[in-house]
């Protein structure tokens, strides 16, 4: 079913005829599959079978992460199961392309418990994979689409904020519809196929943007490294709680775009066939020269396609390049990370000989710094080479990049002075979007405003030294 092909709104070009579709079409005593749905915030759709008077019990909770949903979100999905009819205007096709409503959106919504997901370490990179048959997918267009539950008559709204849009219309048979409510609705349908999940618990994926570039990363690796088409595959996000970092983080869900399976996605479910599509990934999202050095950007030849139209304003190919550096980077993996050595042994933290290792950590940056400082904006390369200079000392090593990443360099260059009020914005992200400790975050925001701040750029810093972590 092409629910954005042919849905109310879209138009198509038949011998050289422009044909609007204009009604859901409704079979004679029959009603149409209805679903609620909440969004959470974490981006999970949660869908429970429509009911016209609402209990505290419906739509409580989000499947995934168990918050409470916000029931002021609450929408109402049909299925369109008996298909769709066209307006009885038909125009000429002219020049004008024919107009699509906006593509449909899709989301994992199977919640079985007897998926088994394999774990897999090695050198930096620690992640699970399940692989589940006959899985359930949704996919949802969100559009404001206004129907008429009477005769299936469609008015496909901009605005939405009204449930009930009043219009007098005609039915397809051409007589006056007896209804002029038309009821707010969102088209969708579910369906059952292959679907392979990826857990990255480290590295980890905990931004939005970043979880959308990596899966369009990997889309594009995967058809490349299996050898098939763009359109046999399709995948979506889904959020998990990564216990190993205590961090909300985004599983990658990937499946097969033939209902029932194809067989394709289902040989990932191998860290030899996997890793080999992320090198592949690496590759080719690598090898694009769009945003220049920076790779703040996409364009077709990497991340961008037809179907990610609506969000090609965040995807970013660094996003995929430094995600899968890390993944790779077997030096990191020498030692552990740092989010591994507070889980393992939470004692270290307060370990004496810590406050040494600082010491010798910060005066070894500040020997990078000062012959490497002029260096500080191409990211690739400085952090090549901060992971040269300091790969002994991998818990700060990690902490210093996640602070570059989050272009702490930049605001350093750009700020007064260096005060608590600068440090708090970095400390911050630090502990929502990466789950690190307050002491950690503090450590390393000062080091970088001291070091780099300090002793290159000479701003004034009145932050407190922290010794340990
Ligand atoms: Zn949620
Ligand atoms: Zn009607
Ligand atoms: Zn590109």
């Known amino acids: 079913m092409a629910i954005s092909e042919y849905a109310p709104g879209s138009q198509i070009v038949a011998d050289g005829n422009l044909i609007t579709s204009q009604y859901i079409k409704k079979v004679p005593n029959m009603d149409w599959r209805r679903y609620d749905y909440i969004v959470c915030e974490c981006k999970t759709l949660n869908i429970e079978p429509h009911i016209e008077y609402k209990n505290e019990m419906h739509l409580k909770t989000c499947r995934a992460c168990g918050m409470e949903l916000d029931k002021g979100r609450m929408g109402t999905f049909l299925v369109p199961e008996f298909g769709f009819e ?80 009043p219009k007098q219309h005609y039915k397809s048979s051409g007589y006056l519809c007896e209804n002029e409510n038309l009821q707010k609705y969102a088209l969708g349908y579910r369906f059952d196929t292959d679907v392979i999940q990826i857990r990255f618990l480290w590295p980890q994926i905990t931004i939005y943007e970043q979880a959308l ?114 993944f790779f980077d077997d030096n990191l993996g020498k030692a552990e990370t740092f989010e591994n050595i507070s889980i393992r042994s ?68 750009d700020a007064a002075v260096l005060n608590d009020i600068f440090a708090y914005r970095f400390e911050k992200r630090m502990d929502e979007e990466m789950g690190i400790s307050k002491e950690n975050a503090k450590w390393a925001v000062a080091t970088w405003c001291f070091s780099y701040g300090g002793n290159i750029l000479g701003k004034p810093c009145e932050l407190e030294q922290v010794k340990e972590i």
């Open 346 to 413: 939470p004692l270290s933290l307060i370990d004496n000989h810590t406050s040494t290792v600082n010491e010798d950590f910060e005066s070894e940056f500040n020997i990078l710094l000062t012959n490497y400082g002029a260096q500080i904006s191409d990211s690739q390369r400085f952090v090549g080479l901060m992971k040269d200079f300091l790969f002994a000392y991998p818990k700060q090593l990690n902490l210093l990049i996640a602070l570059y990443r989050m272009d702490i360099t930049k605001s350093i260059e």
């Open 86 to 165: 066209a307006s009885t205007n038909i125009e000429k096709a002219g020049l004008i392309k024919p107009r699509r409503t906006f593509n449909g959106e899709v989301s994992y919504i199977g919640y079985r418990d007897d998926i088994q997901h394999i774990h897999f370490q090695s050198g930096n990179r620690e992640y699970e994979i399940a692989f589940s048959q006959n899985d359930e997918m949704a996919v949802l267009n969100r559009s404001n689409f206004y129907v008429c539950n009477v005769c299936g008559y469609t008015h496909l709204s901009k605005m939405g904020f009204q449930m009930i849009y």
């Open 213 to 326: 570039s990596i899966l369009y990363g990997i889309m594009k690796g995967t058809c490349a490294y299996l050898n098939i088409e763009e359109n046999d595959i399709a995948g979506c996000l889904r959020y998990f709680y990564n216990k190993a970092t205590k961090t909300g983080s985004y599983t990658i869900v990937l499946y097969d775009k033939t209902p029932g399976g194809a067989g394709h996605v289902k040989k990932l479910n191998h860290p030899d066939v996997f890793e080999a599509v992320l090198k592949e990934t690496r590759d080719i999202i690598g090898r694009c020269t769009c945003g220049g050095e920076s790779m703040d950007a996409a364009c077709y030849n990497c991340l961008k396609s037809y179907n990610n139209q609506k969000y090609h304003d965040v995807l970013q190919r660094r996003y995929v390049i430094e995600f899968l550096n890390d």
